[in-house]
């Protein structure tokens, strides 16, 4: 399959992007022909009073990936800006695009409500899935690994499509499907989303020292006051962590220490980081290995992929359109 996805650029990656993303990138490149992008574009569309270097942090991310295990060697990696074909095929889909669709799109809602420190009552925002439309159906993509929240988007992208092959009498896109991560959140270490702005974050750049103090930092069973008292992992934090980076093995041991007071809550973070750090230290390895010529190399070299297979799509688009054989000539 084409695997088509992409990322915006706001900032160091964190285990929850590990698992709910990364993860999922790192199995696909695989057995399939990947395309991975930096979305700077995307990133404008709420950011865009937050003056950002989107350039550094785009090459950051990208360092982030290959850090994750990312091959450039199978996926081709570009940064979004550097292929104006997107920009262009964005231009000529918003012109196809119901209003409706837009503005009934639940994730558009939900931000709407949600959004209250940054104004986000702009075109570029309330047309954000026509521009992830774009990005997707440029590339012929069969599908495209997703959270959730962006599964209106894709059903946005295929409405596109096929209003597009209806108004302009050609069949040039695919209709790309979902491939939504199976992973659950992993909440931060306050219990709320993971995320930079909460500053309750592990981040994959992390030393095991900032490993440390974060999960010695973290709250656990509020009823485990003494060494003595039994707890329940179901209430703790660090049971999650547990569920998502242990073995059965230990998984089954904190489960049992932690109800019958058999282990003490600082044993049972020593666990966790071990189990956390079997996913980190790889990652500072390979980290290490990443140097500033590597990643232009990597971005170039994508871009001059992606910019080939865009370009000849955009040529299909614009005979299809420009082109386009009416019934009755005048
Ligand atoms: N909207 C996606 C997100 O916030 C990022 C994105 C932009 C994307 N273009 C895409 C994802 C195309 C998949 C395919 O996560
Ligand atoms: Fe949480 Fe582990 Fe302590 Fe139980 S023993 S409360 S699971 S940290």
Redesign the pocket.
């Known amino acids: 399959m084409r695997i088509v996805s992409g990322m915006r650029p706001t900032g160091k990656l964190h285990l929850g992007h590990y698992l709910g993303v990364l993860k999922n990138w790192v199995t696909l490149q695989e057995n399939n022909e990947c395309l991975f992008f930096v979305a700077d574009w995307h990133a404008l569309s709420t950011s865009y009073e937050d003056k950002l270097n989107l350039r550094r942090l785009s090459t950051e991310l990208v360092r982030d990936w290959l850090a994750a295990g990312i091959d450039p060697e199978r996926a081709t990696i570009f940064i979004q800006s550097h292929i104006k074909e997107h920009a262009e095929l964005y231009v000529l889909l918003n012109m196809i695009t119901p209003l409706g669709w837009l503005e009934r799109n639940p994730t558009y809602k939900d931000q709407l409500a949600q959004i209250k420190n940054k104004d986000i009552h702009t075109a570029g925002f309330l047309t954000y899935p026509v521009l992830q439309a774009a990005d997707i159906i440029l590339y012929d993509a069969d599908a495209v690994p997703i959270g959730e929240d962006q599964k209106p988007h894709l059903e946005i992208t295929r409405e596109i499509v096929r209003r597009f092959h209806h108004l302009f009498g050609c069949k040039i896109f695919k209709e790309p499907k979902e491939l939504l991560s199976a992973t659950p959140r992993l909440p931060g270490l306050d219990g709320r989303k993971m995320s930079k702005s909460y500053n309750n974050a592990i981040f994959l750049s992390d030393t095991p020292e900032e490993v440390w103090t974060k999960l010695r930092g973290a709250k656990?069973?509020p009823q485990?006051v003494k060494r003595t008292d039994p707890?329940?992992?179901e209430?703790?934090?660090?049971?999650e962590y547990?569920k998502a980076f242990s073995d059965a093995e230990t998984i089954k041991k904190?489960?049992e220490?932690?109800?019958t007071a058999g282990?003490?809550?600082v044993?049972?973070?020593k666990w966790?980081m071990a189990s956390i750090e079997k996913v980190l230290e790889p990652m500072r390895e390979r980290r290490e290995a990443v140097s500033e010529d590597m990643i232009a190399e990597v971005i170039a070299k994508g871009e001059s992929k992606a910019k080939e297979a865009a370009s000849a799509k955009m040529q299909a688009v614009n005979k299809a359109i420009f082109e386009i054989q009416c019934e009755v000539q005048s």
């Open positions: 656990t069973d485990r707890g329940n992992p209430v703790c934090l660090i049971y547990h904190v489960e220490g932690c109800r282990i003490g809550c044993e049972c973070k966790c």
